[in-house]
T-cell receptor, first 118, second 109 residues
Framework: ETGVTQTPRHLVMGMTNKKSLKCEQH?????MYWYKQSAKKPLELMFV???????ENNSVPSRFSPECPNSSHLFLHLHTLQPEDSALYLC?????????????????FGPGTRLLVL | GQNIDQPTEMTATEGAIVQINCTYQ??????LFWYQQHAGEAPTFLSY????GLEEKGRFSSFLSRSKGYSYLLLKELQMKDSASYLC??????????FGAGTTVTVRA
């Protein structure tokens, strides 16, 4: 029932490869997020885009490069990753109502991409 | 910043009740969310509390006490399909959402 899709669902890559993760939301939201989820650890916020502008970058290494071409699509470009980058990468979207005096509303998540770096 | 604590694991019997506690410390509270995440799947939104008190949604209820920095998620009439990880998340006044590490609930027959 999720309105957020992610591809691929699983990815194995070597440390010298370049790959991209794709996220698409069908909920009409104007904010999108990338999170990293490692086993037994809290979700770590990586990037936030609101109205297609990057509003947050949580000290993420430059080997992760986000791209948000429009409010429905979000990419995460990967290059020269390390084995410790192996994790579940989750995309989420929400409605950012702050310009109207509200809040960032509830975030809805995609199923994630399970990444293994060898 | 945020500091969010919840138990790592809980086990309960089908048909029983389980209460998952979440304590938090935040520089500015602006809402608390509970999500359910089955293995290999997306976290799905369960509940939202911003005022003190109990919010009930069918078999699931969530409680908040802002003065104590405390919330719980109550799961009633447990079913096998309720076996999952339950994530507590706190939003601050800058609208940043921070998550706990999750509580894995195992429901046994």
């Amino acid at each position: 029932e999720t309105g957020v899709t992610q591809t691929p669902r699983h990815l194995v890559m070597g440390m010298t490869n370049k790959k991209s993760l794709k996220c698409e939301q069908h909920l009409g939201h104007n904010a999108m997020y990338w999170y990293k989820q490692s086993a037994k650890k809290p979700l770590e916020l990586m990037f936030v885009y609101s109205l297609e502008e990057r509003v947050e970058n949580n000290s993420v290494p430059s080997r992760f490069s986000p791209e948000c071409p429009n409010s429905s699509h979000l990419f995460l470009h990967l290059h020269t990753l390390q084995p410790e980058d192996s994790a579940l990468y989750l995309c989420a979207s929400s409605q950012d109502s702050r310009l109207a005096g509200g809040n960032q509303e509830t975030q809805y998540f995609g199923p994630g991409t399970r990444l293994l770096v060898l | 910043g945020q500091n969010i604590d919840q138990p790592t694991e809980m086990t309960a019997t089908e048909g029983a009740i389980v209460q998952i506690n979440c304590t938090y410390q935040t520089s500015g509270f602006n809402g608390l969310f509970w999500y359910q995440q089955h293995a290999g799947e997306a976290p799905t939104f369960l509940s939202y509390n911003v005022l003190d008190g109990l919010e009930e949604k069918g078999r699931f209820s969530s409680f908040l006490s802002r003065s104590k920095g405390y919330s719980y998620l109550l799961l009633k009439e447990l079913q096998m399909k309720d076996s999952a990880s339950y994530l507590c998340a706190v939003r601050d006044i800058e609208n940043k959402l921070s998550f706990g590490a999750g509580t894995t609930v195992t429901v046994r027959a």
